[in-house]
């Protein structure tokens, strides 16, 4: 089945302790790009990447880390989060940039405490 | 379900009615338009785009309305059904430049189908 798996789907954390929520597809997609939904702003975009190695920043960068060494997976890391990321982020695919047509991973719901 | 926003747009209707959910759009520079659909607990999902240089485009049930004259962007859903209960978006989409590839969404409507 075509998709895109995240993970944890729940995290609760403290504030300062790194951590990373992993990205993968299995669709051989070139774009992936990971965005963050709060209420009453939508979702907005962190980091995108075009290809392996090729990462690039989005609207809303800051405190996040990406990394693109293989197609299939697409983390991202926040090294000392914050309560201002308390957030419901998604992992997305799509086959090549500018494709409309994006997936989306089920979301994962991060609170930092 | 997980709770994707507040204040948002409501929208509801009886199973069956055709459903009109709007979106007024700034940017006049964007290539595409696409709707997505978020149910409760999930990720967005793609439904249908349109291009900037069209003013109509049908799908399954749905159709996708542009003005750009009043910059304004409408989904049609025919019939609808208590499935089609979720949030909806639209978003922008460019062809090229600095911004390509990055979708920019909008904040949302609520559908309600009541059986």
């Known amino acids: 089945e075509a998709q895109v798996t995240q993970n944890p789907r729940y995290l609760i954390t403290v504030t300062g302790k790194k951590l990373t929520v992993t990205c993968s597809q299995n669709?051989?997609?070139?774009?992936m790009s990971w965005y963050r939904q709060d209420p009453g702003l939508g979702l907005r975009q962190i980091y995108y990447s075009m290809n392996v190695e090729v990462t690039d920043k989005g609207d809303v960068p800051e405190g996040y880390k990406v990394s693109r060494k293989e197609k299939r997976n697409f983390p991202l890391i926040l090294e000392s989060p914050s309560p201002n990321q308390t957030s419901l982020y998604f992992c997305a695919s799509s086959l090549s940039v500018g494709d409309t047509e994006a997936f989306f991973g089920q979301g994962t719901r991060l609170t930092v405490v | 379900g997980e709770s994707v926003g507040l204040h948002l747009p409501t929208l509801s209707v009886q199973e069956g009615d055709n459903s009109i959910i709007n979106c007024a759009y700034s940017n006049s520079a964007s290539d595409y338009f696409i709707w997505y659909k978020q149910e409760s607990g999930k990720g967005p999902q793609f439904i249908i785009d349109i291009r900037s240089n069209m003013d109509k485009r049908q799908g399954q049930r749905v159709t996708v309305l542009l003005n750009k004259t009043v910059k304004h962007l409408s989904l049609q859903i025919a019939a609808t059904q208590p499935g089609d209960s979720a949030v909806y978006f639209c978003?922008?989409?460019?062809?090229?430049?600095?911004?390509?590839?990055?979708?920019?969404f909008g904040q949302g409507t609520i559908l309600t189908v009541h059986p």
């Open positions: 978003a922008e989409a460019y062809a090229g430049g600095t911004s390509y590839g990055k979708l920019t």
């Open positions: 669709m051989n997609h070139e774009y």
